[in-house]
């Protein structure tokens, strides 16, 4: 049986037999690389700014006060004038907007 170069994944041929063997190890081969790469993006937590408000507290065990934070907002230029990371949560504060406004935070 041939593997493939990259992830060394199972190949069946014609002639092997059909053995769901080589497609449980292939299954656990992916599923390795896809926990790896999303534990490497960090955590991805999502919430509204409700239009007026001033600030947005995202809690999750995995912040800490030394994490990386990326933001993300839906409108172009507008970013948080301050964040404020704590162990288990981090709070966002902007500007007051005039309509609601979808936050995105990465946790690394």
Excluded: C
């Excluded at 937590?45 to 839906?74: K, P, R």
Aim: net charge negative; hydrophobic share 30%.
């Amino acid at each position: 049986m041939q593997k493939t170069e990259n992830y060394r994944l199972y190949k069946p041929e014609s002639t092997d037999n059909g053995s769901p063997d080589p497609f449980n190890a292939n299954s656990d081969i992916i599923d390795a690389e896809l926990h790896r790469l999303s534990t490497r993006a960090g955590k991805i937590l999502t919430s509204t700014l409700t239009a007026g408000q001033t600030t947005i507290t995202f809690t999750d065990s995995s912040i800490t006060a030394n994490s990386t934070v990326d933001v993300y907002t839906s409108v172009y230029g507008v970013s948080p004038t301050e964040i404020t990371p704590g162990t288990g949560s981090i709070t966002l504060t902007f500007d007051s907007q005039d309509s609601d406004l979808s936050v995105k935070v990465v946790i690394k």
